[in-house]
C-alpha cells in the first residue's frame, strides 16, 4: 500500500518554503502537523535548510564586551 500525502497546494507550500516560510508556519497556517508538512516538501524533493536562525559573530555585536 502507498501511502499519499496530500496537502491542497503541494507546489504553493513548496514555493513558500523555498521562500523563507518555516515548516512550523506552514503547518499552522495549512492546519497540518509539522511531520506531515516535513514529509510533503520532503516527497516535493525541497532541500532544507540547516536549523535554527541567522548565527551572530559575538565578537562584531556592539554589545561584546
Do not use: C, N
Amino acid at each position: 500500500m502507498v501511502l499519499r500525502r496530500t496537502l491542497r497546494r503541494p507546489l504553493e507550500t513548496k514555493a513558500q518554503y523555498e521562500a523563507g516560510t518555516s515548516i512550523r508556519a506552514l503547518a499552522e497556517s495549512t492546519g497540518r502537523s509539522y511531520g506531515g508538512v516535513h514529509g510533503l516538501l520532503a516527497d516535493a524533493g525541497v532541500v532544507f535548510r540547516s536549523r535554527g536562525g541567522v548565527v551572530r559573530d559575538v565578537a562584531a555585536s556592539p554589545d561584546a564586551v
